[in-house]
């Protein structure tokens, strides 16, 4: 298994340096991805290494402002998530990338570990933000996952922020895309999960000062992925799960793979029901997912305040911030 990261970033005496494990729960803690993949330095050039850490930094600081304000996990997901959907940079929002026919097609899921309620919403064309959407629909609709057209209508109606969809284009994930249409005309299968996608989806897990606990993803999708398809980003248990008795997960990486695992609800369970930390229960899953054949990482906040990354990729855009620390974030895997 690839880099687990396992005392990636210290904030102090908070975080013990070999486990990961919280010495005593922090008064708050967040953290982002920003995807998995094949993220290596030589593949990376320092403009862009400095914009990614610089996005994630953002992304940390506002949902950290929600959280030192007295603010609500859910919340800081929540404005953690927003800020990465705006960021070309990203596989969501505004940098989401192409499916075969060249459309921008939107997913997302939050949930809250107080209430275990959540939100999804997939396929979604016109929302600029929507991780935002999938909060309407924890909070405004009886249902859990909303998807198409009927997503779309319920976005306008509950008065989230619309956009046409040329919004969301940017050449470099059109130029992804002419490239995966030009080796598939050549004869070359470029496969659902080409290693060199690196996987952009987006996410936050928090714990707010009550010790309440909250996830969140958004991503748009895989480059050149069949119409109608849906990944593990917004399917509760999949991608996205967050229970105060466990912990909070957020993935990124091969889809199909993560929803067979049931990735995140798996991490939980680990968490509740064998009494394993944050890192030791998403190192575990993690090495089944790749068993199964799946790429990708994990962040992960258990009850204690014991905070994880888990990837076996190369590298994974990621960023933690603790209450009373300096934000700290990362992209390779020997960071």
């Given at each position: 298994m690839?880099?687990?990261?396992r005392?990636?970033f210290l904030a102090?005496?908070?975080?013990?340096?070999m486990?990961g494990?919280a010495?005593?729960?922090?008064?708050?803690?967040?953290q982002?991805?920003?995807?998995?993949?094949?993220?290596?330095?030589e593949?990376m050039?320092p403009?862009?290494?400095?914009?990614?850490?610089?996005a994630?930094?953002?992304a940390?600081?506002?949902?950290?402002?929600?959280?030192?304000?007295?603010?609500?996990?859910l919340d800081?997901?929540?404005?953690?998530?927003?800020?990465?959907?705006?960021?070309?940079?990203?596989n969501?929002?505004?940098?989401?990338?192409?499916?075969?026919?060249?459309r921008?097609?939107?997913?997302?899921?939050?949930?809250?570990?107080?209430?275990?309620?959540?939100?999804?919403?997939?396929?979604?064309?016109?929302?600029?933000?929507?991780?935002?959407?999938?909060?309407?629909?924890?909070?405004?609709?009886?249902?859990?996952l909303?998807?198409g057209?009927?997503?779309?209508?319920?976005?306008?109606?509950?008065?989230?922020?619309?956009?046409?969809?040329?919004y969301?284009?940017?050449?470099?994930?059109?130029?992804?895309?002419?490239?995966?249409?030009?080796?598939?005309?050549?004869?070359?299968?470029?496969g659902v999960?080409?290693?060199?996608?690196?996987?952009?989806?987006?996410?936050?897990?928090a714990?707010?000062?009550?010790?309440?606990?909250?996830?969140?993803?958004?991503?748009?999708?895989?480059t050149g992925?069949?119409?109608?398809?849906?990944?593990?980003?917004?399917l509760?248990?999949?991608?996205?799960?967050a229970?105060?008795?466990?912990?909070?997960?957020?993935?990124?990486?091969s889809?199909e793979?993560?929803?067979?695992?049931?990735?995140?609800?798996?991490?939980?369970?680990?968490?509740?029901f064998?009494?394993?930390?944050?890192?030791?229960?998403?190192?575990?899953?993690q090495?089944?997912?790749?068993?199964?054949?799946?790429?990708?990482?994990v962040?992960?906040?258990?009850?204690?305040?014991?905070?994880a990354?888990?990837?076996?990729?190369?590298?994974?855009?990621r960023g933690?911030l603790?209450?009373?620390?300096?934000?700290?974030?990362?992209?390779y895997?020997?960071?």
């Amino acid at each position: 298994m690839r880099a687990s990261v396992r005392n990636a970033f210290l904030a102090g005496a908070i975080l013990a340096a070999m486990t990961g494990k919280a010495e005593a729960r922090p008064q708050w803690l967040i953290q982002v991805h920003g995807g998995a993949g094949v993220l290596e330095r030589e593949s990376m050039t320092p403009e862009r290494d400095a914009e990614t850490r610089a996005a994630l930094r953002e992304a940390l600081e506002a949902g950290g402002a929600v959280l030192d304000d007295g603010g609500s996990a859910l919340d800081a997901v929540e404005a953690a998530v927003r800020v990465l959907e705006d960021d070309p940079h990203f596989n969501a929002g505004k940098g989401a990338v192409f499916t075969a026919d060249g459309r921008n097609e939107l997913d997302a899921s939050i949930m809250d570990g107080a209430t275990r309620q959540a939100g999804a919403v997939a396929g979604v064309t016109r929302t600029r933000h929507p991780v935002t959407l999938a909060r309407a629909v924890l909070e405004k609709s009886p249902h859990v996952l909303l998807m198409g057209e009927g997503a779309d209508q319920f976005s306008a109606e509950a008065g989230v922020e619309q956009v046409d969809p040329s919004y969301f284009r940017t050449e470099e994930r059109w130029r992804q895309l002419e490239k995966m249409r030009a080796r598939e005309a050549a004869g070359e299968q470029a496969g659902v999960f080409d290693k060199e996608v690196k996987y952009g989806t987006v996410g936050a897990v928090a714990m707010d000062r009550e010790g309440h606990l909250a996830a969140a993803t958004s991503t748009g999708g895989l480059t050149g992925k069949s119409h109608g398809r849906v990944g593990d980003s917004p399917l509760i248990g999949a991608g996205t799960y967050a229970d105060d008795r466990a912990c909070a997960v957020s993935a990124t990486g091969s889809g199909e793979f993560y929803i067979r695992e049931g990735v995140a609800h798996e991490i939980c369970a680990r968490v509740r029901f064998l009494g394993e930390d944050a890192q030791a229960a998403a190192d575990a899953v993690q090495a089944e997912t790749r068993a199964l054949g799946g790429d990708g990482g994990v962040i992960v906040i258990d009850k204690d305040g014991g905070a994880a990354f888990s990837f076996n990729t190369p590298g994974m855009y990621r960023g933690r911030l603790v209450a009373g620390a300096e934000a700290m974030v990362g992209i390779y895997g020997d960071e």
